[in-house]
């Protein structure tokens, strides 16, 4: 059974673009949640999708933006990217309220 | 706002029994302990979770005191590739935030 994938794997970035991940969840699993780790900081909540709503947000502001596809694949946007964004950016899925399963990450350095 | 306290370190020899706790003095009633760990680089792994009730699996085993207060995730035989840091999680499903607040976690260097 394949994990959770994430894409791009990795990614350079300068002040003031935009970027978007991409995030493919276990086959089955309906919901998505969006993580941001930066360098020596714990896992921040970000975002919660499911069945195609946003069901939840962290604080974190509006420039960070998401949405859920119907096949429940989920992307993160981020705008206006500052250099405290560089992070690593970790998607996990649920079915439910099962166990949230992660991906690896997609390392975002903003130069 | 972690509702866990747990060791920041940890040692353990090769191939003994790794034993980590963990306090959740405040856990609500339905409010289930999950385990994870992350491996340099990795993302969090999930490991186990519980209610009230000790549970096994493939990877190891939780131990959940009747008061249910605290815990303490069991490696049996811990390997060099156990190396990581342990996180200690208190999630309610119905909570509907779908927020699990890792805290600083338990940092286990298995030794040769």
């Known amino acids: 059974e394949a994990g959770v994938t994430q894409s791009p794997t990795h990614l350079i970035k300068t002040r003031g673009q935009q970027v978007t991940l991409r995030c493919s969840p276990i086959s089955g699993h309906t919901s998505v949640y969006w993580y941001q780790q930066a360098l020596g900081l714990g896992l921040q909540f970000l975002l919660w999708?499911?069945?195609?709503?946003?069901?939840n947000r962290g604080n974190f502001p509006p420039r960070f933006s998401g949405r859920q596809f119907p096949n429940y694949s989920s992307e993160l946007n981020v705008n206006a990217l500052e250099l405290e964004d560089s992070a690593l950016y970790l998607c996990?899925?649920?079915?439910?309220?099962?166990?949230?399963?992660f991906g690896d990450g997609t390392r975002l350095s903003i130069l | 706002d972690a509702k866990t306290t747990q060791p920041p370190s940890m040692d353990c020899a090769e191939g003994r029994a790794a034993n980590l706790p963990c306090n959740h003095s405040?856990?609500?009633?339905?409010?289930?302990v999950y385990w994870y760990r992350q491996i340099h680089s990795q993302g969090p792994q999930y490991i186990i979770h519980?209610?009230?009730n000790n549970e096994t699996n493939e990877m190891a085993s939780l131990i959940i005191t009747e008061d249910r207060k605290s815990s303490t995730l069991i490696l049996p035989h811990a390997t060099l590739r156990d190396t990581a840091v342990y996180y200690c999680?208190?999630?309610?499903?119905?909570?509907?935030?779908?927020?699990?607040?890792f805290g600083q976690g338990t940092t286990l260097q298995v030794k040769p």
């Open positions: 999680i208190v999630f309610s499903g119905s909570s509907n935030t779908g927020k699990l607040i």
């Open positions: 996990a899925s649920s079915y439910r309220v099962g166990p949230q399963h």
């Open positions: 405040t856990i609500s009633g339905n409010e289930y």
């Open positions: 999708y499911d069945e195609g709503e946003e069901r």
């Open positions: 519980g209610l009230k």
